[in-house]
């Protein structure tokens, strides 16, 4: 089996950080997924830089050094301290609540061979919370990506012309697991899922011989407050370039399958390996 995880972590902004951390860290040494994306992966932009790169990070830029308090870098620490070998890259992608960098993470067991990172929304200053991009790595397993998507109807970077140009991104690539945030209800039709789904991608959730009810996010949380007001949403979504035999997909970190880490829920799918 491949395992493959997927997280908004809404990370820094969250009570009990280091606590849910250690959780996280745990249940992915316990879990051993192959793969696990993350976003909203957050510094304090005011904090110390570090003095020398974390363990097995895989650098994308240069334009804005990892931060002492870094997400990525710390989870990656209680994964060492756990006797974990994984693998990781961060992109910081913009400036989060006036006061972070916000990024995109990648952990990996499998070495990575080569890493991708692209904007999909129009250029944008570094400051503009439109910003969204992106970031891929390739392991032996294929390609993966984590990204943070803009809502449907965004006045001024709608879905449709985002997903346009990461569909072009990543074109040339065989096979891609795209994970994260694509800020869609699943529910809703002829919309963000229906866009994707019509393209040719293939939902995990629905591919799954077993699976669980898939909700991703409870109630009203940050950037939905103009939106319809509904119990459930499923925009916390695995897709994959090609159909694939998917044998599970549940939903973790909900207070019911383990804590709550986040305003969103986690996914992890399990695939048929090559």
Request: glycine share 4%.
């Amino acid at each position: 089996m491949m395992k493959i995880l997927t997280l908004n972590t809404h990370s820094l902004q969250e009570k009990e950080m280091d606590l849910k951390q250690q959780i996280l860290a745990e249940f992915i040494a316990k879990e051993q997924p192959d793969v696990v994306a993350l976003q909203e992966v957050n510094q304090t932009m005011s904090a110390d830089a570090l003095p020398a790169l974390p363990p097995r990070y895989v650098a994308v830029q240069d334009g804005v050094p990892m931060k002492a308090d870094n997400y990525a870098n710390a989870l990656q620490n209680k994964l060492i301290a756990l006797n974990q070998d994984y693998y990781f890259a961060w992109l910081p992608m913009k400036v989060g609540y006036d006061k972070y960098d916000e990024g995109l993470a990648i952990f990996s067991r499998k070495p990575i061979l080569n890493v991708r990172h692209f904007q999909v929304s129009k250029d944008y200053e570094y400051t503009n919370y439109r910003i969204r991009m992106a970031l891929g790595i390739e392991t032996e397993d294929g390609w993966f990506f984590s990204t943070h998507m803009s809502w449907w109807n965004d006045p001024e970077e709608p879905f449709a012309k985002e997903w346009k140009k990461l569909k072009e991104k990543v074109s040339d690539l065989p096979q891609v697991f795209l994970m994260g945030d694509f800020n869609g209800d699943a529910n809703v039709r002829n919309e963000t899922y229906d866009e994707i789904r019509n393209s040719g991608w293939f939902d995990a959730y629905e591919l799954a011989l077993r699976k669980d009810e898939g909700w991703t996010v409870s109630g009203t949380i940050d950037g939905w407050h103009d939106q319809k007001e509904v119990e459930h949403r499923r925009i916390d979504l695995i897709w994959s370039k090609q159909a694939v035999c998917v044998h599970s997909s549940e939903v973790v970190f909900n207070g019911v399958n383990q804590p709550i880490l986040s305003d969103h829920f986690g996914v992890m799918a399990q695939y048929e390996s090559k």
